[in-house]
């Protein structure tokens, strides 16, 4: 067996040294570097605050009918752009059309009703003089009956044949008076429509309703956007007053509302900078501004709140909705709806 050289071994053991000590360095070095660049790292992002709970919000306007009946007529479709005031759908306008013609009918009758009672007036004024007429000549009567009655030329039948005569004409005289009143009264006008009979008014009013109602036939766009549900409009469809027929969606005003945790909010303030990525554009980073901060939790405002009152209570971290004013003009389009990733800067 070959004896082992010395000079072999030593030169080994000084070259296995290094090696050792580089090990120990590079264990001790990397764990040092992760912790220095951690910290590091948390020093530098500990004034920002993100979520991916956030998504991009538009004006939406749910378009009804003011008036219903059936569609006969659509003039958009879906994802449609439209301008503020341009057709959107088209109600039967006949119906309204005959509601116009009835209230002209209700306007000529009470015309002709004030025309009837005009005549009435006139002709109460000519009772009225007829019967003063017979109360001067039963009055005469009556005197001369008297005198005679006095002097022993009549009976006393005659006398009061003459007295009854007179008073059934101061009757007349008082009833004559009553109907003229009644026909005053019949043609007298409000306050609140001076001058003009109340049949009349009312005709007019129903007349004005009428073509109001007719106008709200055809629908317009109330603001520029796309048309969304278009679907909803078919031509032969019944459209039920108030209920909603189409939406438009305003592309030109986008914000984000973002869902904070409440642990979140300390040093949060409005007008502090975010910045917005788009899980729809990866690519796409637009900056932003807090316009304000929500007046009460997502749980607050939800239909059915949670009821913590009772012995199976687990506290949940509460959500904030914030708004993100969109400061950027984005390079793609904005979808109401998208998911988006909020940050904010709330060291400045």
């Known amino acids: 067996m070959a004896e082992a050289d010395?000079?072999?071994?030593?030169?080994?053991?000084?070259?296995?040294?290094?090696?050792?000590?580089?090990?120990?360095?590079?264990?001790?070095?990397?764990?040092?570097?992760?912790?220095?660049?951690?910290?590091?790292?948390?020093?530098?992002?500990?004034?920002?605050?993100s979520t991916d709970n956030a998504y991009v919000q538009q004006d939406k306007v749910s378009i009804s009918s003011e008036v219903g009946g059936r569609i006969v007529e659509v003039a958009v479709r879906e994802n449609?752009?439209?301008?503020?005031?341009?057709?959107?759908?088209?109600?039967?306008?006949?119906?309204?059309?005959?509601?116009?013609?009835?209230?002209?009918?209700?306007?000529?009758?009470?015309?002709?009703?004030?025309?009837?009672?005009?005549?009435?007036?006139?002709?109460?004024g000519v009772d009225i003089d007829s019967a003063r007429e017979d109360v001067a000549f039963f009055e005469k009567e009556y005197q001369r009956q008297s005198k005679l009655m006095q002097d022993g030329?009549?009976?006393?039948?005659?006398?009061?044949?003459?007295?009854?005569?007179?008073?059934?004409?101061?009757?007349?005289?008082?009833?004559?008076q009553a109907e003229a009143t009644k026909a005053r009264a019949a043609l007298a006008t409000g306050s609140a429509a001076p001058g003009i009979n109340p049949a009349v008014k009312a005709g007019q009013a129903q007349r004005e309703q009428a073509m109001l109602n007719l106008s709200r036939t055809v629908v317009r766009?109330?603001?520029?956007?796309?048309?969304?549900?278009?679907?909803?409009?078919?031509?032969?469809?019944?459209?039920?007053?108030?209920?909603?027929?189409?939406?438009?969606?305003?592309?030109?005003?986008?914000?984000?509302?973002a869902n904070f945790k409440e642990t979140d909010l300390a040093k949060m303030r409005v007008g502090q900078p975010a910045e917005i990525t788009f899980d729809a554009y990866p690519d796409l980073k637009v900056?932003?501004?807090?316009?304000?901060?929500?007046?009460?939790?997502?749980?607050?405002?939800?239909?059915?709140?949670?009821?913590?009152?009772?012995?199976?209570?687990?506290?949940?971290?509460?959500?904030?909705?914030?708004?993100?004013?969109?400061?950027?003009t984005p390079k793609r389009k904005m979808i109401a709806g998208l998911s988006a990733h909020v940050r904010i800067d709330t060291d400045q």
């Open 6 to 49: 010395p000079q072999m071994d030593i030169n080994t053991s000084v070259r296995k040294k290094p090696n050792r000590f580089a090990r120990i360095a590079v264990m001790i070095s990397v764990p040092l570097l992760l912790i220095i660049g951690g910290v590091s790292y948390y020093i530098a992002n500990d004034h920002y605050v």
């Open 80 to 124: 449609q752009k439209v301008q503020t005031g341009d057709l959107l759908f088209r109600i039967d306008p006949e119906p309204y059309r005959i509601a116009i013609d009835q209230a002209d009918a209700s306007i000529a009758a009470a015309q002709v009703r004030v025309t009837a009672l005009e005549t009435d007036f006139q002709t109460t």
């Open 153 to 176: 030329f009549t009976t006393r039948a005659r006398l009061q044949a003459a007295e009854h005569a007179l008073s059934d004409a101061r009757s007349r005289v008082a009833s004559a």
């Open 221 to 257: 766009a109330p603001l520029a956007g796309v048309v969304s549900q278009a679907d909803r409009l078919q031509v032969g469809q019944m459209m039920v007053q108030g209920l909603p027929g189409v939406t438009i969606v305003a592309c030109d005003r986008s914000w984000i509302e």
């Open 287 to 328: 900056r932003g501004k807090v316009s304000s901060i929500g007046a009460g939790t997502g749980s607050e405002f939800s239909v059915l709140p949670a009821q913590n009152a009772n012995g199976n209570w687990v506290k949940v971290t509460q959500r904030v909705p914030v708004r993100i004013r969109i400061t950027d």
